[in-house]
């Protein structure tokens, strides 16, 4: 495969990639959660808005639910090791 092909295809992957981690402000905003709130408080909304979407059927829904738990446990377990890097 050329040369400028792969590159391509790398950039397009990571693309992708990125297009999968969300934002620490918008996982915040889809559990309408603030940045005070406690791990305990964001898994009652993820768990309250998470079975709401799949009793509804929304998928799309609920896999923005699930993303928006995946970035702030990340934040939080960076909290926990005393890092601020997200």
């Known amino acids: 495969m050329p040369q400028n092909l792969v590159l391509l295809k790398k950039q397009w992957q990571n ?18 959660v603030a940045e005070n709130s406690s791990w305990e408080e964001i898994l ?12 509804s059927g929304s998928f799309y829904l609920q896999s923005k639910v699930h993303r928006a738990k995946e970035c ?13 890097e997200a």
């Open 72 to 84: 702030l446990e990340t934040v939080y377990q960076k909290k926990a090791e005393g890092t601020t």
């Open 15 to 32: 693309m992708r990639r990125a297009s999968k981690i969300m934002a620490e402000p918008e996982a915040r905003q889809v559990l309408g």
């Open 44 to 55: 009652q909304k993820y768990d309250n808005l998470f079975e709401r979407n799949a009793k």
